[in-house]
Structure formats: structure tokens, C-alpha cells
Nanobody
Framework: QVQLVESGGGLVQAGGSLRLSCAAS????????MGWFRQAPGKERDFIAA????????YYADSAKGRFTISRDNVKNAIYLQMNSLKPEDAAVYYC?????????????????????????WGQGTQVTVSS
């Protein structure tokens, strides 16, 4: 089992930036994909960004492209999400996740994400609040 601990959330004004961190411990594998999801009150949990541990490939939801950057540190077993130009609609609880499937829709830049109950690991979440 892998443990994921997020940090870096907080309150920021619209247009500002935040950097989220996720530290992984326990059972980790070099061929996993790790990433970020977010959930606003009353809404479903949405995919934001992912990074392949093995290939360094990155994947972004349309809402994150051009503003958010996902990165990783293999030595620290950590991933990060740099969020710039934040908008009030970015406010949510942000969750780190490990071991899920992600890929591009053929002939498209759209991303398909599949999480598996009982296999995909989740962190406890970190709150991001964006004031207008």
C-alpha cells in the first residue's frame, strides 16, 4: 500500500499562484502514473494532471493547460503541481493519486483517465481557495 500526503494548499487571490506537493511512501513502483484531481463542493472529482513515473510523459485536463504544470522528484518520491493564474473556479480540494491509467484519445489532445477502486491510492486532500 502506498501512502500519499498532500501539502501546499491555501488561500490565494485570483491571478495568484500556489504549488502543491505530494509525498509518496510505502509501496511505490517505477511504472506507476501519479497525478492530481480536484473536487469542488457538490461536484464530481475531476482529473487535473498526471505524470508517468517511467516515461516522464505529462497529461493535462483542458482546464489546466497553459496554467498548471506537473512535475516529479524521483529521489524524494514526490510530485508537484505548480498552479498559476488561479481563478475562483479553481477552488476545490485537490487530491493526489497514484496508480491509474491515463492516455490520449486517438487523434485528439483530450485525455482519458481510469481510476480503479481498491487499486488507485488517494491522499487526504488539500484545500485550495481562490478569492475574487
Amino acid at each position: 500500500q502506498v501512502q500519499l500526503v498532500e501539502s501546499g494548499g491555501g488561500l490565494v487571490q485570483a491571478g495568484g499562484s500556489l504549488r502543491l506537493s505530494c509525498a509518496a511512501s510505502g509501496r511505490t513502483f517505477s511504472n506507476w502514473t501519479m497525478g492530481w484531481f480536484r473536487q469542488a463542493p457538490g461536484k464530481e472529482r475531476d482529473f487535473i494532471a498526471a505524470i508517468s513515473w517511467r516515461t516522464h510523459s505529462t497529461y493535462y485536463a483542458d482546464s489546466a493547460k497553459g496554467r498548471f504544470t506537473i512535475s516529479r522528484d524521483n529521489v524524494k518520491n514526490a510530485i508537484y503541481l505548480q498552479m498559476n493564474s488561479l481563478k475562483p473556479e479553481d477552488a476545490a480540494v485537490y487530491y493526489c493519486a497514484a496508480d491509474f491509467l491515463v492516455g490520449f484519445v486517438p487523434d485528439s489532445t483530450s485525455v482519458v483517465v481510469t481510476t480503479t477502486s481498491g487499486r488507485t491510492s488517494w491522499g487526504q486532500g488539500t484545500q485550495v481557495t481562490v478569492s475574487s
